[in-house]
């Protein structure tokens, strides 16, 4: 599936979600009635999810108009206007809130981002998203990272290997284990988390893509760092936070991968006001 497509099944559910049989305050206002609204960011944000905005209004009535003054992975200052909405006054009081639903989350996931980025800017290390997303906004959430300038890790469980403690207590040693995984799919990005530099000597050794150093110290990815020498890809993952990053960006690992880029969100405040 698309991610136009996406897009127009998200707003569907969501306006079923939301309205379900019918907006019973919106059917008090005269079909005729029109209103003409902006809609302003109370604060700093980096804005994403225009195009899921758009569809819940047109969905709801095609002749609502929008004019955005901005773009997905715009830069957006606080108070300030970010796009006209006006049409008729019952379509638009029902799409209102899903739309808002999608543009503050998907803004919350762009801003968050960008401020990892921001934080490494100087370094060549890049900010990864995770599976940890909200269930049914996957593909919208990744879509955000980017918008906040990170890269995506595997989108699901189906387009990249990632061979963790169990799967390696259930399949065998990690040079089993990847062998299998690349007669199975040599297209595939492999990658095995390792626990200690033992099993990243492992890992290097099976010919892997990408070694996930789970909750290594600062130390302990300095030392894979000079243990690797290049050879493969290192992506440091757990309890990631914005004071810590730097730090950890600055060892020399490629990726740092951050769950709460997509979990722990905060919405943005946006607000749709009537002139």
């Given at each position: 599936?698309?991610?136009?497509?996406?897009?127009?099944?998200?707003?569907?559910?969501?306006?079923?979600?939301?309205?379900?049989?019918?907006?019973?305050?919106?059917?008090?206002?005269?079909?005729?009635?029109?209103?003409?609204?902006?809609?302003?960011?109370?604060?700093?944000?980096?804005?994403?999810?225009?195009?899921?905005?758009?569809?819940?209004?047109?969905?709801?009535?095609?002749?609502?108009?929008?004019?955005?003054?901005?773009?997905?992975?715009?830069?957006?200052?606080?108070?300030t206007v970010v796009c006209e909405v006006s049409g008729p006054a019952r379509g638009l009081?029902?799409?209102?809130?899903?739309?808002?639903?999608?543009?503050?989350?998907?803004?919350?996931?762009?801003?968050?981002?960008?401020?990892?980025?921001d934080k490494i800017k100087h370094t060549d290390c890049k900010i990864l998203d995770t599976r940890k997303t909200i269930p049914q906004l996957r593909f919208g959430q990744k879509y955000a990272v980017v918008c906040g300038g990170g890269s995506n890790h595997r989108i699901g469980l189906f387009d990249a290997f990632l061979i963790k403690e169990n799967h390696l207590a259930a399949s065998g040693s990690i040079a089993k284990t990847v062998a299998r995984a690349r007669q199975m799919h040599p297209e595939k990005l492999l990658e095995v988390e390792i626990?200690?530099?033992?099993?990243?000597?492992?890992?290097?050794?099976?010919?892997?893509?990408?070694?996930?150093?789970?909750?290594f110290s600062i130390a302990e990815t300095k030392q894979a760092v000079e243990l690797n020498k290049g050879r493969i890809e290192l992506e440091a993952s757990g309890n990631i936070d914005l004071e810590s990053v730097v730090e950890i960006a600055t060892t020399g690992v490629n990726?740092?991968?951050?769950?709460?880029?997509?979990?722990?969100?905060?919405?943005?405040?946006?607000?749709?006001?009537y002139r």
């Open positions: 599936m698309d991610l136009y497509q996406l897009i127009i099944n998200q707003a569907a559910n969501a306006l079923d979600e939301d309205v379900g049989s019918g907006d019973i305050s919106a059917e008090l206002i005269d079909a005729e009635t029109c209103l003409d609204t902006e809609l302003l960011v109370r604060e700093d944000a980096i804005l994403c999810g225009c195009q899921w905005f758009d569809e819940v209004f047109r969905q709801c009535d095609e002749r609502i108009n929008i004019q955005w003054h901005a773009q997905d992975g715009d830069r957006l200052n606080a108070n009081l029902t799409a209102e809130r899903s739309a808002l639903n999608f543009l503050q989350t998907l803004s919350g996931t762009a801003t968050l981002t960008r401020s990892y980025v626990e200690n530099l033992a099993q990243l000597q492992q890992a290097i050794d099976a010919g892997v893509d990408r070694s996930l150093l789970d909750n990726y740092v991968s951050i769950g709460s880029l997509t979990k722990n969100l905060r919405a943005i405040d946006f607000s749709l006001r």
